[in-house]
């Protein structure tokens, strides 16, 4: 290995207990602590959720604030970022769960009617390339906000205005798109996400991620049947089923008008945000690739940011190294060089979760030792 070895810091997030941004800047003081003879490179990943906008900013996007609106409507400004003709919109910062007003669950209120917004001003600002991302949602109306606040129109059974919630999806009688469509012309709209869900059904927004969010079960029924309601009246509009595509059930539904007029495209959020970071050709200049996530397990090989690096990686022949909070049995490491999980470097005798700064600088002297 050269002298100095290039090493790549390539992680998620630790859900709950670290960014990404975080994982990386103690794994480096870890590594330089080791041996100041190294070049550290930080790339911090996301996957369209959490974070996201943060990994672009590090890797060289700026930003701008926009008027938008949080998860229960209530007006606030937000973050984009921007570079070139692209904008980077990251759902969990203007209307996730992180945003509700004391963190208090309001599953059939929440809305992304701030999202719709933030759109709205990115393209008033001249931006054509927009980039959703769409992970952490504290709602479930169908990407209605955003549609409403787009310009659509959308009434009830009386002709009045439903507020754009999910309490109000059952409630939808007629629907007009032809000015949020208006408002899209030209754009180039991509929803980044790491979910493959359904609309509807057993594995739709209602019934696999309703809870999350703090429905009950009777209204987890609730807001799949005005989900169904819902498709149905876009189907009316458009002529297109929206219900069965794959990913349209990521974040209550929100791409679903989008992809209803066919101004959107669903794709995987962590192959797009490696695309938008540009940790492809840093992994080609890299000599160690280090990458990693709160929990490695089976759903890791499904599409997860850990195990879209290590894939890029192994192409490239590249070495990795993979730390995580913990690795299940179940887990799959197959191209995987080295593993170092801080449950096991913490011991009987600290708290993994608690200690984690501290046992990501010890990790990553450990990896400098095993460089050498």
């Not at 590594?31 to 070049?39: A, M, P, T």
């Not at 911090?44 to 990994?55: F, K, Q, S, V, Y």
């Not at 984009?80 to 003709?85: E, L, P």
Request: aromatic residues 4%.
């Amino acid at each position: 290995m050269p002298l100095p070895p290039t090493v790549l810091l390539a992680p998620d997030k630790f859900k709950g207990c670290l960014s990404a941004i975080e994982v990386c800047t103690e794994l480096r003081i870890g590594l330089l602590q080791g041996s100041s003879c190294v070049d550290v490179v930080l790339r911090p990943m996301g996957d369209g959720g959490e974070g996201t906008l943060d990994a672009a900013l590090a890797a060289g996007f700026e930003t701008v604030t926009v008027a938008a609106a949080g998860p229960l409507g209530q007006p606030r400004s937000a973050r984009i970022g921007i570079r070139g003709s692209t904008a980077l919109i990251e759902l969990a910062e203007i209307c996730g769960l992180t945003q509700l007003p004391d963190r208090g669950l309001r599953p059939m209120e929440a809305t992304t009617y701030g999202v719709g917004l933030a759109i709205r001003a990115a393209i008033d600002r001249g931006f054509r390339d927009l980039v959703v991302g769409v992970g952490g949602s504290a709602s479930t109306d169908g990407g209605m906000g955003a549609a409403i606040a787009l310009g659509a129109r959308i009434l009830d059974h009386e002709g009045q205005a439903v507020r754009p919630c999910g309490d109000e999806l059952n409630d939808v009688a007629a629907v007009d798109l032809d000015p949020m469509s208006a408002v899209l012309d030209g754009i180039s709209l991509t929803v980044a996400t790491d979910v493959s869900s359904p609309l509807t059904g057993e594995f739709g927004a209602a019934h696999v991620f309703a809870a999350q969010k703090g429905a009950t079960a009777e209204q987890t029924r609730e807001l799949e049947t005005g989900l169904r309601n819902w498709a149905r009246r876009l189907q009316d509009e458009t002529g297109l089923a929206v219900s069965a595509l794959s990913g349209v059930g990521a974040a209550g539904g929100f791409a679903a008008p989008f992809l209803a007029i066919g101004s959107a495209r669903i794709a995987s959020g962590a192959q797009l945000i490696m695309d938008l970071t540009g940790v492809r050709p840093a992994i080609t200049a890299a000599d160690v690739v280090i990458t990693g996530e709160g929990s490695w397990d089976a759903q890791t090989a499904a599409g997860k940011v850990a195990q879209a690096v290590l894939e890029a990686a192994r192409g490239r022949g590249k070495p990795v190294i993979a730390i995580a909070g913990r690795f299940t049995a179940d887990a799959d490491l197959t191209g995987v060089l080295t593993r170092y999980s801080l449950t096991d470097v913490a011991g009987p005798g600290r708290d993994p979760i608690r200690n984690a700064r501290t046992l990501l600088r010890e990790i990553g002297t450990q990896i400098v030792r095993q460089l050498s």
